[in-house]
């Protein structure tokens, strides 16, 4: 009866009130715990490669999961830490919503056309297996390993920080008060993965805007799935692979890709907003 409870409090907005001391804690470990690793790094003057496996910074993307169980154990105990391993795992849910965590992939295809359209060749299949910061096992294998670091952020993100802010926050807001301190807790990343050393003002411009826009995408998909970690775990593992962070997610195919997400971010928030307007259910809240 009770992880029911804390099940159904994660996702309901008007029912419970934001422990702001907790959220606070949260950000602080998530932070803490991930910047640990990540300055040293950048101290000692390290620069990770796409397919090179150390350096690394891949320890550092768990920080939000790590803080998100030590957190949920102080406040809520056992059955909070068993219920968020629960939606960690939660993989029956209505297959459009499997369908959506696959979408980046669609992204791809359409990326794939632009690229022949341009003239220019499509990238090797091996390419896709060179990630940053993870060694070069073949794109199931760097697939997996990039799923596996998403849990590590999104167990924080979506799993933690967005029902908490729900609580007090629409969905909407409450994105948008995460992606900013989602996209804060990448600094250290800007001095060691070299793709970001490489970045000036624009594109740190356009890295706020796209992360912001995949923030409700991610929001969409977690209330909408039902509180699935798993589901928005996945979106952000193929993302990652064909949106920009291999040797073959560049140059036209990284642009359309991420594009196509800005693109789906703003369709949901202007029909999120829309719905508010004509007192509508949630778009993207939960059921």
Known sequence: MLSRLVTATALDTSRSRLDTRA???????????????????????????RGDGWPTHLPSLFGPLVAAFLVTAWTVGRAG????????????????????????????????????LAGDPWPRAAAFGRFTGMPAVGVIGVFL?????????????????????????????ATLILAPLWALWHAPQFFVVATYRNFGVGDCVG??????????????????SGGSILIVAVWHGIYNLVGGGTDAAVGT??????????????????????ARRRGRPSIIGPH
């Open 23 to 49: 959220l606070v804690a949260f950000f602080g470990l998530a932070y803490l715990l991930s910047w640990a690793w990540a300055v040293p790094s950048a101290l000692r003057g390290e620069v990770i490669h």
């Open 81 to 116: 830490v068993a219920d968020l391993w629960r939606r960690m795992v939660r993989w029956r849910v209505p297959a459009r919503w499997w369908l959506s965590a696959v979408s980046p992939l669609a992204f791809l295809a359409v990326a794939l056309v632009a690229e022949r």
């Open 145 to 173: 390993l990039v799923t596996l670091a998403a849990f590590g952020e999104e167990t924080g993100w979506r799993g933690y920080a967005l029902p908490q802010l729900q609580r007090r926050f629409s969905p909407l807001t």
């Open 207 to 224: 890295f706020l805007i796209g992360l912001t826009c995949g923030a409700v995408v991610l929001t969409w998909l977690y209330n909408r």
């Open 253 to 274: 195919i990284s642009a359309v890709v991420s594009t196509l997400v800005m693109v789906q971010g703003v369709t949901l928030a202007g029909l999120e907003l829309r």
